[in-house]
């Protein structure tokens, strides 16, 4: 059975915000929000993540060491903490709930309308998931900033740049963005598709039908009256 606009719009929204979700999970585990490079010593580098610190010598090893608290933090990284795993949260649930409400999962007892609001619904939990992911990563990038060029640290003083997990995070919001969008577009168009049953079922009126080939016992008494 071929798809409908509705359903490619569901399958699409589905594998992006299902990419996205994927991508969000790695950003929150990985170390490398923030990476420092030592001048004085090349062969190290530093980077910094939500969960840990570590230390890459090359052709020695990686040592990584937890953070002891979760309040020694900065600001930043604290609330990117409780966000990024809201995000996971929202995100997975926004996957069931529009799969449920998808053209490839027949429910018995489930009308159209129900599945297109588990299909809204789903959407929208995705937007709200893309919104806590990019919020933190933008927040730690713009800290980041902030203490590159802050003029009041000597300029001997190594400082943080970008780590790669802040890009992944950024292209993590992107897909979740675009996937909720497109399952919420999916219920507009639902709503077309619907409309086709309608005018595949039209019928042609007795008045188009050639005379010879119309009884007159089939008539109602009003046609009748007005054939003869």
């Given at each position: 059975m071929g798809w409908t606009s509705q359903g490619q719009a569901q399958l699409g929204?589905?594998?992006?915000?299902?990419?996205?979700?994927?991508?969000?999970?790695?950003?929150?585990?990985?170390?490398?929000?923030?990476?420092?490079?030592?001048?004085?010593?090349?062969?190290?580098?530093?980077?910094?993540?939500?969960?840990?610190?570590?230390?890459?010598?090359?052709?020695?090893a990686t040592v990584c060491k937890a953070f002891e608290s979760f309040l020694s933090l900065p600001r930043e990284l604290q609330v990117s903490r409780i966000l990024m795993v809201t995000s996971h949260g929202l995100g997975?649930?926004?996957?069931?709930?529009?799969?449920?409400?998808?053209?490839?999962?027949?429910?018995?007892?489930?009308?159209?309308?129900f599945k297109r609001r588990l299909c809204l619904l789903g959407g929208t939990l995705e937007a709200a998931a893309s919104a806590t992911t990019l919020f933190p990563i933008s927040w730690v990038a713009y800290a980041t900033v902030q203490d590159f060029w802050d003029t009041s640290i000597p300029e001997i003083v190594p400082r943080w740049e970008f780590g790669d997990a802040l890009y992944l995070g950024w292209a993590a919001g992107v897909f979740l963005a675009i996937g909720g969008l497109l399952l919420i577009l999916s219920t507009c168009l639902g709503k077309e598709d619907l409309s086709l049953p309608?005018?595949?079922?039209?019928?042609?009126?007795?008045?188009?039908?050639?005379a010879q080939e119309l009884d007159s016992s089939s008539l109602s008494p009003r046609l009748r009256n007005q054939f003869i």
């Open positions: 929204g589905l594998l992006l915000s299902l990419l996205g979700w994927a991508l969000s999970c790695a950003t929150t585990s990985l170390p490398q929000w923030k990476t420092l490079n030592l001048e004085l010593n090349e062969m190290e580098t530093w980077v910094m993540g939500l969960w840990e610190a570590c230390v890459n010598q090359e052709e020695v997975l649930l926004g996957i069931l709930l529009s799969g449920l409400g998808s053209e490839c999962v027949q429910l018995q007892r489930v009308g159209c309308v309608r005018m595949a079922g039209f019928t042609v009126a007795p008045s188009c039908v050639p």
